[in-house]
């Protein structure tokens, strides 16, 4: 039987995997990807509790959640391509204009 | 042109010409110098001949004309001796009355004379507008003096003459002895002053005013009230503070000592000031306060004894002196001594009448001795002259007929004043025996060093410095015609005032007004009888006595300085023990020193003492203070308040240092402090809530 | 049974590819690898009754996003970049920390597990049969739509953004 403890833990899972990925890489795209995966692990939870509790705003939320995820996306991206023009690196560790 | 009136101008003409002479005689030519001050004097003369003219056509005993110009300051009520009220006011005005018309006549004449001669004289001199200047200053004083109708006019005149006589002593200001004999004239002259000022305070605390018509009515008022007597103690302290004053001004004992030591003035000065007007301002003042000395027989005993002791003391000194000039000073001193002689024996007139030929005679001698000093180039010692007599003759010719005035050789000016003296000195009732001695026995001293002086400088074998020889000449005429002119002056002066056996003297009756005598209760019989007590004979015989005695100083003046030539270890051993102390003034300069100079001088020097390393000790340590507390308030400053704000800094700086490292600028860094935060949220969550 | 053996698939799957995205030398190997995972969720998706949701996951996720972010990578990736380092130097702590989350999290799970059992009176009753869609659609367009236009107004800004931000300069601006 599939409780939502499973669901959950995978949730978890790919929750740590992506905050792993964002803190580890260095390449700007690959944070950005670890971002949209931290994005699903909540869909995922949200989705299943909405099951859980038979209702349908977990879903509605996460539509919102896939909406701003997709903005955020656009967004980011813009600004990846504004910050390539200046440095033309993929090198997250060489933005460090903010050091002291 | 109403010259009584215009008599304010006769001292204007000399002001004039010291602010012309004074501002602008840098940059004018010596000519134009010299004729403005001659000139203003000249004017002068005729401005004072003409008021003099006029007076004379008026009434005896209307001859006094008082021209006033404005009320110079009024203080208002002051109370005075006799109890009453009186108001304090002091008028600038001029007062011309026949002892004051006799004084400016003397005083322009032969300040005129002096003038010219001092145009040749002082030819050379760098400071020539100055001397000029001074000189009309000088005129300006000294006839304020005379003229003036009040005793703070004659005040005002007597200081202005004390200026000028110390601002032309000291004319060659670069000699050390000039500037110390300047000093020594005003210092010793001040001594003077007081006793006038005081005089002068006690004149108006006793009859309520200063002006010399009120004071005299009001003295003659209070003598026929019976308020004033003879001998009241108020009018012998003023007639004897007044005295002081003349024996600075006119160089009595004991303040004569300068008028020896103001030789280092040029010679013109010499002549003018310190021989024919000047000195006189002393007997001038006294025969003007005649009232005063007559309520005083005591003060006139006074001023009699100090007279003849003045001038056999001077007399003495003169014998032996080898400066001509000062020859001429310590005769000068003499002289005024026989003034003052006459003035205390109550022979006001005859004091007068010696002042006037003695202004020609001294001034003529003085003026000349200047020819001699010219033509030696500037040599003055008598020890280095001889045998001039043929190369400048002209001076020599003036010098002889002075010197035979001064003798009192018949026939000349001296002769009559000196005479008239004498006999009064013997007969009037305030006179006596041995004043009259020792005016005698001055006569023949008097006789004796002049002729000294001109045998020594004229006769002999020269002595001339071979150097020098060579530029004897004769004076330029600018020099000889005044003497020229005071050497006939000298002669015919005398002839206004022949004595009583010869007609009666024009002079006397002349200054009668002047000196009318008090109208004394019991004196009104005597006064009358008094005249005629001495016998014409005797006053014939006392006149021979006169001339025999001065026959004597010529006789043995001849023999031992004409005759056998001046040696200088002959004259030692004639005076013997003497010798010494006559050539050193009997030391009464080294006197004064100990007692009065040094001790001043000590003063004053620690007082600068006193100042230099108390007061000054006392400013340079407050200075000190605050130099050393400036540096202990700027080490204060430096490390306490500035470590102070330096502290703060540092631990600003320590504390910020490690806390920079956190901002990495790697936006992981940030993003793990964000996980481990949360981390700590859901740690607290779950286990740290109760 | 069948619910059991798909979800493990799909989990197995969604794990798997997330490791290898975050892996991956290659940039567009990790974004391939991002869509398998995403494909995967969607499929989680189903086997959670929630069908309307797993369409818009693959158009929306996959077909637009994941397609930005492959057309990004080709407008600008580096070759440099696949020589370089590819871990950032704090990845121990960050491997530590990440584990420490996941205990975490899973202790809390384990120890609410009880409450994801709801007793039966607060099952709500079972729905109509009417499909997923009109419910989500129903529930989007009457009791969260201020939220749905806030949403929509948040895309055009996220829009307008993008363009400005990735704008080439015209010579006038230069």
Not at chain 2, 169 to 185: E, L, N, P, R, V
Not at chain 2, 592 to 609: C, E, H, T
Not at chain 3, 95 to 112: D, N
């Amino acid at each position: 039987m599939v409780t939502t403890f499973h669901y959950l833990m995978l949730s978890a899972a790919l929750f740590t995997i992506g905050v792993i990925g964002v803190l580890t890489r260095r390449n700007i795209m690959v944070i950005l990807m670890s971002i949209e995966l931290m994005m699903n692990a909540v869909n995922i939870n949200l989705i299943a509790f909405g099951d859980r509790l038979q209702q349908v705003t977990g879903q509605v939320f996460a539509i919102f959640v896939i909406t701003v995820a997709a903005a955020e996306a656009a967004v980011g991206l813009g600004i990846v391509i504004a910050m390539f023009k200046n440095k033309e690196t993929m090198n997250i560790n060489e933005i460090d204009l903010m050091k002291w | 042109m109403n010259f009584l009136d215009l008599i304010w101008l006769i001292p204007l003409f000399p002001a004039i010409g010291f602010l012309i002479n004074g501002l602008f005689g840098k940059r004018m030519p010596k000519t134009a110098i010299g004729v403005i001050a001659a000139g203003a004097v000249l004017l002068s003369f005729i401005f004072s001949a003409g008021a003099v003219l006029q007076l004379v056509q008026l009434e005896p005993e209307a001859r006094s004309h008082t021209k006033e110009l404005y009320e110079w300051f009024n203080v208002g009520q002051a109370r005075t001796g006799a109890g009453g009220l009186a108001e304090f006011s002091v008028k600038w005005g001029y007062l011309l009355d026949p002892l004051s018309a006799v004084m400016i006549l003397v005083v322009t004449g032969i300040g005129f004379l002096i003038h010219v001669y001092s145009i040749g004289y002082m030819h050379e001199e760098d400071g020539f507008y100055r001397f000029f200047a001074y000189l009309n200053l000088f005129m300006f004083s000294m006839l304020t003096l005379v003229l003036g109708s009040n005793y703070l006019m004659m005040f005002i005149g007597w200081e202005g003459v004390g200026l000028c006589s110390y601002l032309l002593i000291g004319y060659y200001f670069h000699k050390k002895s000039a500037g110390d004999a300047a000093k020594k004239a005003f210092v010793v002259n001040r001594v003077g002053d007081w006793g006038l000022s005081i005089g002068i305070m006690l004149i108006f605390v006793t009859v309520g005013s200063v002006e010399f018509k009120e004071v005299a009515e009001k003295v003659h008022e209070g003598v026929v009230a019976g308020m004033f007597h003879v001998s009241d103690p108020i009018f012998i302290t003023i007639a004897l503070a007044l005295f002081v004053g003349a024996a600075g001004k006119s160089a009595q004992i004991p303040l004569y000592v300068w008028l020896p030591d103001a030789m280092e003035g040029p010679t013109p000065v010499s002549a003018l000031i310190h021989a024919a007007t000047m000195v006189t301002a002393g007997v001038y003042m006294v025969s003007r306060s005649n009232f005063i000395y007559q309520l005083a027989p005591e003060a006139m005993l006074v001023v009699a004894v100090v007279g003849a002791l003045t001038a056999l003391f001077a007399a003495s000194i003169g014998l032996v002196q080898n400066d001509i000039k000062r020859v001429l000073a310590y005769s000068t001193v003499s002289q005024l001594g026989y003034m003052f002689l006459a003035l205390g024996v109550g022979a006001f007139a005859a004091g007068v009448f010696h002042l006037m030929t003695h202004a020609f005679f001294k001034a003529l001698l003085f003026l000349g001795s200047g020819s001699v000093i010219h033509a030696m180039h500037h040599e003055q010692d008598m020890r280095k002259m001889g045998a001039l007599r043929t190369k400048i003759p002209t001076t020599f010719i003036t010098m002889f007929v002075g010197t035979l005035a001064i003798a009192g050789t018949p026939l000349l000016s001296g002769f009559f004043s000196k005479d008239e003296i004498l006999w009064q000195a013997f007969s009037s009732e305030h006179g006596h025996v041995v004043l009259w001695l020792i005016g005698v026995t001055v006569a023949g001293m008097t006789s004796f060093y002049m002729f000294r002086l001109l045998f020594m400088t004229f006769f002999g074998e020269s002595r001339v410095d071979h150097h020098t020889e060579h530029h004897i000449h004769e004076s330029p005429k600018s020099m000889t015609i005044p003497l020229i002119v005071l050497a006939i002056g000298a002669v015919l002066a005398g002839y206004v005032g022949l004595p009583a056996w010869l007609g009666g003297s024009v002079f006397e009756h002349f200054l009668e007004p002047v000196f009318e005598p008090l109208p004394f209760p019991q004196a009104v019989a005597e006064g009358a009888a008094g005249a005629e007590h001495h016998s014409v004979g005797l006053e014939i015989g006392i006149a021979a006595v006169s001339v025999a005695v001065a026959l004597i100083g010529f006789a043995l003046a001849y023999s031992k300085y004409c005759k056998r030539s001046w040696e200088e270890q002959r004259e030692v051993r004639q005076y013997g023990p003497l010798y010494p102390a006559l050539l050193n003034k009997w030391y009464v300069d080294e006197l004064y020193d100990a007692l009065f100079v040094n001790r001043a001088k000590g003063a004053g020097a620690s007082m600068w003492k006193f100042d230099s390393k108390i007061v000054d000790g006392l400013v340079n340590g407050s200075a000190w203070t605050t130099v050393k507390s400036a540096v202990g308030s700027s080490w204060w400053d430096r490390w306490i308040v500035d470590g102070l704000v330096r502290l703060i800094g540092g631990v600003v700086k320590t504390v910020s240092w490690p806390l920079r490292l956190v901002q990495t600028g790697y936006v992981q860094n940030y993003a793990l402090v964000m996980v481990l935060g949360v981390l700590v949220f859901i740690g607290y969550v779950l286990w740290g809530t109760p | 049974m069948l619910e059991l053996v798909l979800f493990y698939i799909f989990a197995a799957m969604a794990v798997v590819s997330a490791i290898l995205v975050i892996t991956s030398k290659n940039v567009v190997h990790s974004a391939a690898f991002l869509g398998g995972t995403l494909f995967a969720v969607a499929g989680i998706f189903l086997t959670l009754h929630a069908e309307f949701l797993a369409g818009v996951q693959v158009i929306v996720y996959v077909g637009g996003i994941l397609v930005l972010f492959v057309f990004v990578i080709m407008l600008i990736s580096v070759e440099r970049a696949e020589h370089e380092r590819q871990y950032h130097r704090q990845w121990i702590i960050a491997l530590i920390t990440s584990a420490i989350l996941i205990v975490e999290i899973s202790y809390g799970f384990y120890k609410g597990r009880d409450s994801f059992v709801l007793p039966p009176a607060v099952i709500p009753p079972a729905v109509p049969a009417a499909g997923n869609s009109e419910l989500v659609g129903m529930a989007l367009y009457t009791t969260y739509l201020l939220p749905f236009e806030i949403a929509s107004i948040l895309l055009l800004v996220a829009v307008v953004g993008a363009v400005v931000l990735a704008k080439k300069k015209t010579p006038a601006e230069e």
